[in-house]
């Protein structure tokens, strides 16, 4: 399988909460990461937790880590239509490793 | 603080073609690193530098090679432009892998 997993698409009404979730398979994994892309742009760092956090909250998104599930998920609170883009769940493993692991993306439709 | 600088933003070649993407960044980083994004797919590392006068290989470096002669920039040269490399190019920087890294706006690259 896939070293990064993301469902590819998600679908929600303004106002609403998002959940993004990622599973990996590196157990190695010391950085996780997310980031969001909107159409035609690069990609803006939107937070990142190590890996002996469960949980990492600024303002609008929480990030939850489950390290024995190898799962990742955000949450993005009252999702405004601002927040639709694509959103990729990355990792770094550390020692040895110089390149950052992505997912796929999972792309964020917000409903008026 | 301009970030990770990459020009162009757009380029059409023709197969066979050479041409260098430029990438610089104002934030006094060691790491800099190439990555190509494709349709449906997350993205993949080409090249990355630890330190000026210091690259090494990615994931997918076939067609490209990387110089870093400088802290600042660390440009990314197709030698014969084929098709296959028709993708969007992101620069990346970071002071140490594994905390924040920054990407640059892009560069889409069409070869014809």
């Known amino acids: 399988g896939e070293d990064v997993e993301q469902s590819l698409f998600l679908s929600v009404r303004e106002g609403d909460s998002s959940v993004i979730n990622c599973t990996y398979t590196d157990s190695s994994s010391t950085y996780l990461y997310w980031y969001k892309q909107e159409p035609g742009a690069g990609l803006q760092l939107l937070t990142y937790?190590?890996?002996?956090?469960d949980m990492k909250q600024d303002q609008r998104l929480t990030v939850l880590l489950n390290k024995k599930d190898k799962h990742l998920s955000l949450r993005i609170a009252d999702t405004q239509t601002g927040d639709s883009a694509i959103y990729f769940c990355?990792?770094?493993?550390?020692?040895?490793?110089?390149?950052?692991?992505f997912g796929k993306g999972t792309k964020l439709s917000v409903i008026p | 603080n301009a970030g990770v600088t990459q020009t162009p933003k757009f380029q059409v070649l023709k197969t066979g073609q050479s041409m260098t993407l430029q990438c610089a960044q104002d934030m006094n980083h060691e790491y800099m690193s190439w990555y190509r994004q494709d349709p449906g797919m997350g993205l993949r590392l080409i090249h990355y530098?630890?330190?000026?006068?210091?690259?090494d290989q990615g994931e997918v470096p076939n067609g490209y090679n990387v110089s870093r002669s400088t802290t600042e920039d660390f440009p990314l040269r197709l030698l014969s432009a084929a098709p296959s490399q028709t993708s969007v190019y992101f620069c990346?920087?970071?002071?140490?892998?594994?905390?924040?890294?920054?990407f640059g706006e892009g560069s889409w690259l069409t070869v014809v």
């Open positions: 990355a990792y770094y493993s550390g020692a040895g490793s110089y390149q950052l692991t």
């Open positions: 990346a920087s970071s002071p140490i892998l594994g905390n924040t890294i920054y």
């Open positions: 530098s630890v330190g000026a006068g210091i690259t």
């Open positions: 937790i190590f890996s002996n956090m």
